[in-house]
């Protein structure tokens, strides 16, 4: 664990550079960062597309294809650093979280990984609730209720043949880590979110041992913990030669989960800060130095990950862009595509709260079909049924800020904090209406920006762990607010209206039964 006086190693006086692998649910980016005194940049060097893959019956990522675009990305960004005539000083893996991959005893894998949105898992949860009462499991690992946690995930594939053969079992960022080095290592931010962990003693739950085998999950499968900061082997001698990397390169782990990256990439000043990291997900939440394990936190679904630096995400999982993203693909297979900057643009004219949605309910998860099935949703809670893509796309928004104001609500109410501004990183940041309409459901300032906090924190924890910079958090996100270009968002229009929508939405909840119990409405700020 790091503290303030662990990094006091001078800064050297020339640029440092570093690959930051950041691989999202729709596709993978690799970075190259430049860090020296008083300054920090980004460069992208190399993206690629991260599709799914449905193989009878079954959805799967396409893992060969992502490292080989890790690989690509390698190769870019060493032609980056020779260019800067320098060399890459390490390079860091983040991704999303709970899939994993894996492997046999010679080290093989043992087939494409699952996806989390397949249907595998549906049922898991009741099969765990038997053994593990969702109290019990919440009081010992603190993670919201998410019918794709890897606990559910494995319980779903007790007695398969590729779990019953394999010998290792490793999360997605730890498996490119293994490719790249032949080192297996388990980073702790996103075993966190396993639902296998203790976030009181950062380890495996005693709890969850306990019943381990009669949920057929073997934690022997799991590699040893390391934390972000700790090295992760160093890239192999033919990855070295393939890639033109010039040798030796450490792989060092970072805050693997791509939020536990994204919150150290968050630029904040003070200490009452909320974040929503926006993406395919919106994680909206506090950061906090110690979990709440209490029943009423777990009747809100929140969750407790483990962050950089001994710290806990205090967050909420909502659906976030991932509605949109999909309603774009939809459009676009029907024969009629969407400009987005156009498409928002009247979306940000069209009638405000006019129809929302649980933008958390269940229904909205699978892929395909969406713009039909917020139709649906509107349609059965007596709303008016969009009936143009900019009338669909402001019904989105309007949600997830509402989405947005109820998570930064109940994070102050369970946790005793205040917060006074919230922080918009990751591609939501771009998005300049849903920042707005965040910012008026809330009744805060909204501060947007850096769109790639993930991959600046994965940067800034490898810089530390380099000795290029020191200190904690807080030194590391001086950095951020002085080098990063931010926009901040004022609160405006009818909070009234922004609380009548709250409250249709929360009595929406409560009669889909998805909400929970005990909260009352009142105003963000």
């Known amino acids: 664990m790091y503290s303030n006086h662990d990094h006091e190693a001078p800064v050297p006086p020339t640029e440092t550079h570093f690959a930051a692998v950041d691989l999202g649910a729709s596709s993978g980016r690799v970075m190259v960062g430049t860090v020296a005194p008083g300054a920090l940049s980004l460069q992208e060097v190399h993206r690629f597309p991260n599709r799914p893959v449905r193989v009878g019956g079954t959805l799967h990522w396409d893992i060969l294809a992502l490292y080989q675009g890790v690989l690509d990305g390698l190769r870019a960004a ?65 993670l919201q209720h998410l019918p794709f946690n890897t606990i559910y995930q494995l319980t779903a594939a ?38 296998l962990i203790d976030p009181r003693t950062r380890d495996w739950s005693r709890a969850v041992a306990t019943v381990a085998d009669t949920l057929g999950i073997d934690l022997s499968l799991f590699p040893p913990l390391r934390h972000p900061g700790d090295p992760a082997g160093y890239v192999r001698p033919e990855i070295l030669s393939a ?15 791509d939020t536990a990256s994204a919150v150290v990439g968050v630029p904040a000043t003070s200490p009452d800060f909320a974040y929503i990291a926006t993406g395919t997900w919106s994680l909206a939440g506090l950061e906090l130095d110690a979990p709440v394990l209490t029943q009423a936190s777990r009747r809100a679904n929140f969750t407790n990950e483990l962050g950089v630096d001994g710290t806990v995400r205090y967050l909420r999982n909502i659906m976030g862009l991932w509605m949109l993203q999909e309603c774009l693909r939809t459009w676009e297979s029907e024969g009629r595509p969407q400009d987005l900057e156009t498409l928002l643009d009247q979306a940000a004219h069209a009638a405000p709260l006019r129809s929302v949605v649980d933008a958390g309910a269940p229904e909205f998860i699978a892929p395909d079909r969406m713009p039909d099935r917020i139709a649906e ?32 609500l109940d994070a102050q109410r369970l946790s005793g904090r205040t917060v006074r501004t919230v922080h918009i990183v990751g591609g ?13 459901a809330c009744g805060l300032p909204v501060v947007a920006g850096p769109a790639e906090a993930a991959a600046l924190g994965n940067v800034l924890v490898q810089a530390r762990t380099a000795g290029v910079v020191g200190g904690g958090l807080s030194e590391l996100r001086a950095l951020l607010h002085s080098t990063q270009p931010l926009r901040q968002y004022e609160p405006s229009g009818d909070q009234a209206a922004w609380s009548r929508a709250a409250a249709l939405v929360e009595n929406i909840e409560n009669v889909e039964g998805g909400r929970a119990e005990g909260q009352e409405e009142e105003p963000c700020a």
């Not at 890639?243 to 989960?257: I, Q």
């Not at 349609?379 to 009936?387: A, D, E, F, K, S």
């Open 243 to 257: 890639t033109g990397l010039e040798g030796p390169v450490p792989v060092t782990a970072v805050g693997s989960h």
């Open 377 to 408: 949703a509107c349609r059965r809670t007596g709303q008016p049924t969009p009936r143009t893509p900019a009338e669909t796309a402001r019904c989105v928004l309007d949600s997830l800020a509402l989405a947005h104001r109820r998570a930064i």
């Open 78 to 142: 060493a032609e980056a650093a020779r260019a800067a005539n320098a060399r890459l000083t390490s390079v860091g893996i983040d991704s999303w979280a709970v899939d994993y991959g894996l492997l046999g005893a010679d080290g093989a894998l043992l087939g494409n990984p699952v996806h989390y949105r397949d249907t595998r898992t549906d049922g898991a949860a009741e099969q765990v609730a038997t053994v593990l009462p969702p109290e019990e499991l919440y009081a010992a690992t603190g």
């Open 158 to 195: 007790r007695g398969s043949s590729t779990l019953t053969a394999a010998h290792r079992l490793l999360l997605i960022p730890d498996l490119i880590s293994y490719w790249l080095t032949g080192v297996a290592g388990t980073e702790l931010t996103n075993a966190s979110t396993t639902q």
């Open 428 to 440: 939501g940041a771009h998005n300049a209406l849903l920042c707005r309409l965040t910012a008026d």
